[in-house]
């Protein structure tokens, strides 16, 4: 209601009702009634790395310049034109104006702010350097991205090639191979091997197709089922994932690559070696890994220095203990862990390009294989009919 005593209705984006009070005094208005606004698939959405990668540059540029946190983040939420990412701010926003410290506000949004983003904050906090905190985790943000973004080149090629080879097959199988067929059957000859496991397979596509989407569909069901509820099997399928020739090894850079430089982060912002490590186990995505790293941390905890536990853990080549070693050696352990990073950053880059190198003919390879097999199985037969015709 405004002073004149007029009734306003309207939207206004808030963390919730008590924001919302707060937000309507603020423009001078009395708040009657309010309930939330109901926006289709919002809360389920994934927020954008990106998003938080340009709200951490945006936000850091903002306390660089002197502007308090809570006025900041206010900026930020007019300005940002992403409706989760307003949504995630006006919730910070709200509980830091109940008091509490912008940490403690993100750590009540672990889906958007993970531990080690929580950490790296409260290390600002209790430091005085807020303004640098949330440039190391902007800078974290954009090396993950980075990774995530090698990762996702290796899938794309391969998945569109193997997506249109099966799409061919499948288009030979249900409306060129029965044709064949008909004309093969009715020249009464013997057909070879190759010929006769090809119209087995376009009579298992058309006429059992029911029963081989039925039978993927529960082993797909059935898998998903086991990795949700057994934390093993899925510890047994990523130390799998990491023994297969080529993407094995990849897998395990782009691990250890995000693990160093999320670790190398918190622990040149002040926080002690093992806290890091215990912040930052879950970092490496993968549960094989994490257990090694685990058990590394356990050393540490033991006595053991951070060279000799990352050397037992096997993860780690020697070039890396010796560079941890004189890390600890001169007291430069945090610029020794950034080192350890930016190496494997390097390495991942370079396996990838190597890797999509060998990709394309090798899938070149595939697709010609799999056309010479149809081909021979197909032109073998007709050449026999063309041969035996009368001349």
Known sequence: MAADGRMLRGDLDAADLSDLETRLLGQGLVFINGEPRRTPGLPGRRLPR?????FCFHLEQLLAAGVPPFESLGALRDATTHPRMRMVVATLLADIERGQPMSEAAARQPAVFPSATVALLRAGEQAGRLPEAVRDIGAAL??????VGYARRIAIYPAIVAFLMLLALVVALVHVVPELEKLFRSSGQTL????????????????????????????????????????SARTRLHRLLLRLPIAGEIQTKLALARFAGVLATLYASGITIIDALRITQDAAGNLALRDALRHASHQIEQGHTVSAAFGASGLFPPLVERMLKVGEQTGGLDRALGNVATIYRRDVADAVGR????????????????????????????????????V
Not at 364 to 374: E, F, H, K, S, V
């Open 142 to 147: 954009e090396h993950e991205d980075e990774l």
């Open 355 to 390: 890797l999509q190198a060998a990709i394309e003919p090798a899938l070149t390879l595939a697709m010609g294989g799999l056309l010479l097999w149809i081909a021979t199985a197909v032109l073998g037969p007709i050449y026999d009919i063309i041969t035996r015709l009368p």
């Open 50 to 54: 990106r998003e938080l990668i340009h």
């Open 192 to 231: 070879p091997l190759q010929t006769r496991l090809l119209i087995g397979l376009s009579h298992l596509v058309t006429q059992a197709w029911w029963a081989l989407l039925g039978i993927a569909a529960l082993a797909f069901g059935g898998a998903r089922w086991t990795l949700a509820r057994s934390e």
